[in-house]
């Protein structure tokens, strides 16, 4: 599957390219609509690292929507990742710990030598981490842009219980609430309304895409109308919207008694008047982050940016309807599972693997009434017993939310969406692909959530305690097969380029294929017929039924 490229650029970006190369030790100029930037060229592209989109959510911006960056005066050196946001620590996911707030900056990856006079396809992208972690540095667009001739955009967004917060004397002013790293993908997502072309890209082809929680946020401006017209493609790797994950969101009811919990453990007191408000915000950004489990909303139905739960929005088809690319990994939990070991114990000879009575604890508490019929733990039993395979985390991976059921959900959200707009569905099946976590006794990771990353940002490896492996030759060719499918999808809306591939168009009935499976040595498909009868689906549908 070779990428399909247009073949022009706006001559305004090559001008500004060409006065670059006057400035003997200057990297690539682009003037925006705030003021100039000057990146550096590696691997292969332009890079336009930490470029601020927002005022720093500061004083009084803490907890109100994104604001529009002043302009600045003289050239803004674009040549390094900005600092991250605030966060804790997920083992070698993410991190390192901080309470820093000033974070909204976005990086732009464009090609060194496009092509002449019409502009380019962007690719926005939101990173995973459950709105709770998470960071921009890592994921490299620079082969996204050089191989597909596209602009890719990596944006930051505020987390946990600085992005995402809910309180009845903050929701009350009379601003835009509770769903604030929300409103930093859309200030973000209107920056490159403003400013894309500067770098050659096109507003009006713009593909935002996300995985994991960022997967969740591409649902969320799916169903979103303030969303409307900022984008006009979509990628969901590992959690658009669906009966397991995403499909139903808090209520402001609940988020605000969360916020007074919050209030309340802060010093700030159970009250619902400015003078609490005025306390919240003049709290220390690290006593914030020490209290952040106990405040973050996670996304809320807010009325106005969410009017309707996104699973219930999408069925009655009050969506943005755009096409759509969506998928998992074939072992999403495994992931869980390995962070579960890695945090086993402070000492690394310590960690341990699952165990069989684990497994049985596990199945026994979590399939339980009243969130689960009785007896649905002896059917899950039944259905994944630890003779069937090789080990107790295997048998997790399979029978957790995560697992099976998470994976036969993403089918039924196929289902929904494939009679309303074109849906290219996937598995990621390499089971080989590099681990980013240390060795771990017994650790198994197959095609773990995350595995894909790092097959479309090369090297991406987590955080900073993340271990980095390149590619083997097999799944260099893969990943030049998914990045070659992702452009092209960026350019025309179909994996394939014009015309014709070897990704199929998601169709719901059994016989025909419909899922493109992701592997090494070559790409293959799987019918629904065949992903129902790998992942049980029969059995998960009538656990997890549609609204």
Not at 477 to 499: K, R, Y
Request: proline share 8%.
């Amino acid at each position: 599957m070779a990428p399909y490229r247009k073949l022009s650029l706006p001559l305004m970006f090559l001008a500004m390219l060409t006065a670059a190369s006057a400035h003997a030790d200057a990297g690539p100029r682009v003037t925006t609509a705030e003021g100039t930037v000057e990146g550096v060229i590696a691997n292969g592209a332009n890079q336009f690292l930490g470029i601020p989109y927002a005022e720093p959510p500061v004083g009084n911006l803490r907890w109100r929507p994104a604001v529009l960056h002043a302009p600045w005066k003289g050239v803004l050196k674009a040549i390094a990742y900005a600092p991250i946001c605030a966060q804790g620590s997920l083992g070698p996911f993410s991190g390192p710990p901080n309470s820093n707030e000033d974070c909204l900056y976005l990086n732009v990856f464009t090609p060194i030598n496009p092509p002449a006079r019409e502009k380019l396809p962007v690719i926005f992208w939101i990173y995973g981490g459950g709105d709770s972690w998470g960071e921009t540095p890592g994921y490299d667009g620079s082969k996204l842009a050089a191989q597909g001739n596209t602009v890719v955009v990596t944006v930051g967004y505020r987390l946990n219980v600085f992005g995402f917060f809910a309180h009845p004397a903050i929701d009350k002013e009379g601003h835009l609430a509770v769903n604030y790293g929300l409103t930093d993908q859309l200030a973000g997502l209107r920056w490159v309304q403003r400013n894309i072309g500067y770098f050659g890209g096109d507003k009006n082809n713009v593909t935002i895409s996300g995985q994991s929680v960022g997967a969740e946020d591409v649902g969320m401006h799916m169903v979103s109308p303030l969303a409307k017209g900022l984008f006009h493609k979509a990628i969901c790797m590992s959690a658009c919207p669906s009966t397991v994950f995403g499909g139903t969101i808090s209520t402001m009811a609940a988020a605000e008694t969360k916020g007074i919990t919050f209030s309340v453990a802060a010093g700030c007191g159970a009250g619902t008047d400015a003078t609490t408000a005025k306390c919240l915000r003049s709290l220390p950004a690290a006593q914030v982050e020490a209290l952040a489990g106990s405040g973050s909303s996670g996304i809320v139905m807010d009325g106005t940016m969410l009017p309707n739960q996104p699973l219930i929005a999408l069925i009655q088809g009050q969506f943005n309807h755009v096409p759509l690319m969506n998928g998992n990994t074939r072992d999403e939990e495994n992931f869980f599972l390995g962070l579960t070991e890695y945090n086993s114990s402070t000492v690394n000879a310590d960690r341990t693997p699952p165990t069989a009575a684990q497994y049985l604890n596990f199945v026994n508490t979590f399939y339980v009434p009243p969130t689960y019929p009785a007896g649905t733990a002896a059917r899950v039993l039944a259905r994944y017993p630890l003779s069937a395979y090789p080990s107790p985390q295997l048998a997790w991976n399979a029978a957790a939310k995560n697992g099976d059921s998470f994976l036969c959900a993403g089918q039924q959200t196929d289902r929904v969406l494939a009679s309303q707009i074109p849906v290219y569905a996937y598995e990621f099946d390499d089971r080989t692909a590099p681990s980013y976590f240390p060795q771990m006794p017994g650790f198994v990771p197959l095609a773990y959530h995350t595995a894909d990353l790092q097959y479309v940002f090369p090297l991406w490896h987590g955080g900073p305690t993340g271990i980095e492996h390149p590619l083997n030759r097999e799944q260099e060719m893969l990943s030049d097969e998914l990045v070659a499918a992702w452009t092209n999808f960026a350019w025309t809306g179909n994996p394939n380029g014009h015309g014709s591939g070897s990704w199929p168009l998601y169709q719901g009935n059994a016989g025909s294929p419909a899922f493109l499976s992701e592997e090494t040595p070559a790409l293959s498909t799987l019918t629904n017929a065949q992903y129902s009868s790998r992942h049980m689906c029969n059995f998960w549908d009538a656990l997890y039924p549609l609204p």
